[in-house]
């Protein structure tokens, strides 16, 4: 007869009190994942996670409340949980997970890794430290109602990078407000601020500086010193924009002079901030007046919409839209808010003008009207509820594992609406790892197509190897004959490499350098393709991945082979499936900073790929057709138009 301890095998229970584990991540997930654990008889438990708790944070985190906020989410989600478990051992964290101390030996210490993750750049991190380290990775990721869970073991699974994925979509909040580094972050926060001015005001779209960016004070203490400032410390992030916006009448050019000018030299005395980056240049208003030439605005050839405007001309785009949307605001009366609508044109003016400004102001090419409508979208909130779903699934997962029965593990998709079983969970089994991955492959390799006399080598090293492929210290050979050191992760050794081309060390078409990221326990071979045919502002390409487009129908061959996903129509997409790569876990915008902070990303299943196979049900083995789906409903609900630009707060 079967003893059990609780719920549980006494084998297991025994197993659950004596084994190590790691939770990555303190967020939405991250919470329930850990209160989860130390109910269901965990003891030994290590948790991490860079971020600090936001009052946004507070309506789906529940481990922290209001006097929690500027603290170490890892510590206070720690201290918490204890309440639940006081015998549990709970080592917290407050850093990134990318940090060098946490090598392939850290690692090796525990028996299962669980990723509660918000960016992509941890997520490959940790798939390859667990890679390496051979131990088995639960990841899971919501997207609204949408949630996903999947394993991950090394030799029997896809790795989290077997599928190419498209452009990064998702973002911590204090990207948003400090630190953008792309376009989309600048109309997001134009977005953001369109509302803090004439909408409805949310604690989660702040636009003004992140006083509690983890990034800008490492000292817990003085993290939370930021988050409580005074007003009269310069810290402005829980004032009303919208009530100091009133009393100043709407005036375009003191809203002009608040956002562009004093915010962002208020952004400066964060000096930690700018150690790696591009510094922020303030602008004037009356400087940029008095300087500007009429001839900036004549329109240029082609549509208005696709013209590209110059510094004054969305200064004046901004003053015009700002009085538009201050009379529509007097003619409702008091009280009154407007709806951002992108086919509204003072609400699309307003946000054209203000995001293009702040790519000016960080360093980034402008956008066009057109260019900017096409970018901006719908926001979804996260949801408490989905968060708790997805983490009860990653426990049952991590039990699975540690019963020793791996085989059994499934990839689980939750679903915003119950598809034709009326299922709104759906499993479908795990695929083997892809033959073409270029991180868990046996001898990873690509192709990197790039114009040689263009490509400094600092861009190689940070924009290729480092954003594209995931490294964190890449050591980069050059297979000549010579062994000659590109670039090196010693600091100093290769500094003065950075600013020469490719070309001048001898790379050619054809040339191929060998990469290494030891921490990483990763090798790569790249082999270089030059071109001089790349599209306007594209500085690279991988060739053979074409991720922002829907894979090539499957051949009748394949669709009978024995690769097994979900049998349902309706379902969310596997991420896990070799042969409908979705297009990404990620097309979703993360518009608060929760969990694991770094460049930037969620697994939850949000497909876009228009494939078309058959699929052996997982639990049934009945075969069916399933049709991945571009929008969060139902297939069988009647199709709508839906923006693959939709933005969707994620956990």
Request: a negative charge.
């Given at each position: 007869?079967?003893?059990?301890?609780?719920?549980?095998?006494?084998?297991?229970?025994?197993?659950?009190?004596?084994?190590?584990?790691?939770?990555?991540?303190?967020?939405?997930?991250?919470?329930?994942?850990?209160?989860?654990l130390?109910?269901?008889?965990?003891?030994?438990?290590?948790?991490?996670?860079?971020?600090?708790?936001?009052?946004?944070?507070?309506?789906?985190?529940?481990?922290?409340?209001?006097?929690?906020?500027?603290?170490?989410?890892?510590q206070?989600?720690?201290?918490?949980?204890?309440?639940?478990?006081?015998?549990?051992?709970?080592t917290?964290?407050?850093?990134?997970?990318?940090?060098?101390?946490?090598?392939?030996?850290?690692?090796?210490?525990?028996?299962?890794?669980?990723?509660?993750?918000?960016?992509?750049?941890?997520?490959?991190?940790?798939?390859?430290?667990?890679l390496?380290?051979?131990?088995?990775?639960?990841?899971?990721?919501?997207?609204?109602?949408?949630?996903?869970?999947?394993?991950?073991?090394?030799?029997?699974?896809?790795?989290?990078?077997?599928?190419?994925?498209?452009?990064?979509?998702?973002?911590?909040?204090?990207?948003?407000?400090?630190?953008?580094?792309e376009?989309?972050?600048?109309?997001?926060?134009?977005?953001?601020?369109f509302?803090?001015?004439?909408?409805?005001?949310?604690?989660?779209?702040?636009?003004?500086p992140?006083?509690?960016?983890?990034?800008?004070?490492?000292?817990?203490?003085?993290?939370?010193?930021?988050?409580?400032?005074?007003?009269?410390?310069?810290?402005?992030?829980?004032?009303?924009?919208?009530?100091?916006?009133?009393?100043?009448?709407?005036?375009?050019?003191?809203?002009?002079?608040?956002?562009?000018?004093?915010?962002?030299?208020?952004?400066?005395?964060?000096?930690?901030?700018?150690?790696?980056?591009?510094?922020?240049?303030?602008?004037?208003?009356?400087?940029?007046?008095?300087?500007?030439?009429?001839?900036?605005?004549?329109?240029?050839?082609?549509?208005?919409?696709?013209?590209?405007?110059?510094?004054?001309?969305?200064?004046?785009?901004?003053?015009?839209?700002?009085?538009?949307?201050?009379?529509?605001?007097?003619?409702?009366?008091?009280?009154?808010e407007?709806?951002?609508?992108?086919?509204?044109?003072?609400?699309?003016?307003?946000?054209?003008?203000?995001?293009?400004?702040?790519?000016?102001?960080?360093?980034?090419?402008?956008?066009?009207?057109?260019?900017v409508?096409?970018?901006?979208?719908?926001?979804?909130?996260?949801?408490?509820?989905?968060?708790?779903?997805?983490?009860g699934?990653?426990?049952?997962?991590?039990?699975?594992?540690?019963?020793?029965?791996?085989?059994?593990?499934?990839?689980?998709?939750?679903?915003?609406c119950?598809?034709?079983?009326?299922?709104?969970?759906?499993?479908?089994?795990?695929?083997?790892?892809?033959?073409?991955?270029?991180?868990?492959?046996?001898?990873?390799?690509?192709?990197?197509k790039?114009?040689?006399?263009?490509?400094?080598?600092?861009?190689?090293?940070?924009?290729?190897?480092?954003?594209?492929?995931?490294?964190?210290?890449?050591?980069?050979?050059?297979?000549?004959?010579?062994?000659?050191?590109?670039?090196?992760?010693?600091?100093?050794?290769?500094?003065?490499?950075?600013?020469?081309?490719?070309?001048?060390?001898?790379?050619?078409?054809?040339s191929?350098?060998?990469?290494?990221?030891?921490?990483?326990?990763?090798?790569?071979?790249?082999?270089?393709?030059?071109?001089?045919?790349?599209?306007?502002?594209?500085?690279?390409?991988?060739?053979?991945?074409?991720?922002?487009?829907?894979?090539?129908?499957?051949?009748?061959?394949?669709?009978v082979?024995?690769?097994?996903?979900?049998?349902?129509?309706?379902?969310?997409?596997?991420?896990?499936?070799?042969?409908?790569?979705?297009?990404e876990?990620?097309?979703?915008?993360?518009?608060?900073?929760?969990?694991?902070?770094?460049?930037?990303?969620?697994?939850?299943?949000?497909?876009?790929?228009?494939?078309?196979?058959?699929?052996?049900?997982?639990?049934?083995?009945?075969?069916?057709t399933?049709?991945?789906?571009?929008?969060?409903?139902?297939?069988?609900?009647?199709?709508?138009?839906?923006?693959?630009?939709?933005?969707?707060?994620?956990?």
């Amino acid at each position: 007869m079967v003893q059990l301890v609780g719920s549980l095998r006494k084998e297991l229970a025994e197993s659950l009190s004596t084994c190590k584990v790691l939770v990555v991540g303190a967020g939405g997930i991250g919470c329930e994942l850990l209160k989860n654990l130390v109910l269901t008889g965990f003891k030994n438990i290590d948790v991490i996670d860079l971020d600090t708790i936001d009052v946004s944070n507070l309506n789906r985190q529940f481990l922290f409340q209001k006097k929690h906020v500027g603290k170490s989410k890892a510590q206070v989600a720690k201290e918490s949980a204890l309440q639940f478990c006081p015998t549990a051992n709970i080592t917290a964290y407050h850093d990134s997970i990318m940090n060098p101390d946490y090598n392939v030996e850290f690692f090796r210490k525990f028996v299962l890794v669980m990723n509660a993750l918000d960016n992509r750049a941890a997520r490959n991190h940790v798939n390859r430290m667990c890679l390496a380290a051979d131990i088995p990775l639960i990841e899971s990721g919501t997207a609204g109602y949408l949630g996903q869970v999947t394993v991950i073991k090394k030799g029997m699974t896809e790795c989290y990078e077997c599928q190419p994925k498209p452009t990064q979509k998702t973002f911590p909040g204090c990207t948003i407000r400090n630190t953008p580094s792309e376009p989309i972050h600048c109309i997001v926060w134009a977005k953001y601020l369109f509302n803090q001015l004439f909408g409805e005001e949310d604690a989660d779209q702040e636009v003004s500086p992140d006083t509690a960016d983890p990034e800008a004070a490492w000292n817990p203490e003085e993290t939370a010193a930021r988050a409580t400032a005074s007003e009269k410390d310069g810290d402005i992030k829980r004032v009303s924009t919208k009530d100091w916006a009133r009393s100043t009448g709407y005036d375009p050019v003191k809203l002009f002079n608040k956002l562009f000018k004093d915010d962002i030299m208020y952004l400066l005395t964060m000096d930690k901030l700018w150690k790696k980056r591009k510094a922020p240049t303030p602008l004037d208003w009356q400087q940029l007046e008095n300087s500007a030439h009429p001839e900036e605005n004549c329109p240029g050839s082609g549509l208005k919409d696709q013209h590209v405007l110059g510094v004054w001309g969305h200064c004046q785009m901004f003053q015009h839209s700002v009085e538009t949307l201050r009379s529509q605001l007097q003619e409702k009366g008091d009280g009154a808010e407007l709806v951002w609508d992108k086919d509204d044109p003072p609400a699309m003016d307003f946000v054209t003008a203000a995001a293009n400004l702040r790519m000016h102001i960080f360093s980034m090419n402008m956008k066009s009207r057109f260019d900017v409508k096409s970018m901006a979208g719908n926001i979804i909130p996260a949801i408490a509820t989905t968060n708790a779903v997805i983490a009860g699934l990653i426990v049952l997962e991590g039990l699975k594992i540690l019963s020793g029965e791996l085989e059994s593990c499934r990839t689980i998709f939750l679903n915003k609406c119950p598809n034709l079983r009326k299922k709104l969970l759906v499993p479908c089994v795990l695929d083997p790892p892809s033959a073409n991955c270029y991180v868990c492959a046996s001898k990873p390799e690509v192709t990197v197509k790039l114009n040689v006399h263009k490509t400094m080598v600092l861009s190689l090293q940070d924009k290729i190897l480092k954003e594209r492929f995931g490294m964190v210290a890449p050591d980069v050979q050059i297979e000549d004959g010579k062994g000659t050191i590109l670039i090196s992760s010693e600091e100093g050794e290769t500094e003065a490499n950075n600013s020469k081309l490719l070309s001048d060390f001898g790379i050619r078409n054809g040339s191929r350098l060998q990469v290494d990221d030891f921490l990483q326990d990763y090798t790569l071979l790249v082999n270089v393709l030059h071109t001089e045919e790349l599209e306007r502002d594209v500085e690279f390409e991988v060739v053979g991945e074409a991720p922002d487009k829907a894979p090539p129908p499957q051949t009748n061959q394949e669709e009978v082979n024995n690769s097994i996903t979900n049998g349902n129509k309706d379902s969310a997409q596997p991420s896990t499936s070799s042969k409908a790569a979705p297009a990404e876990d990620d097309d979703i915008m993360i518009v608060d900073s929760d969990e694991e902070e770094e460049a930037s990303s969620s697994s939850a299943a949000a497909a876009t790929s228009g494939t078309k196979r058959k699929y052996p049900d997982a639990e049934t083995g009945e075969t069916s057709t399933k049709r991945p789906r571009t929008d969060q409903s139902s297939a069988a609900a009647a199709p709508t138009d839906n923006d693959d630009d939709d933005i969707i707060a994620l956990d």
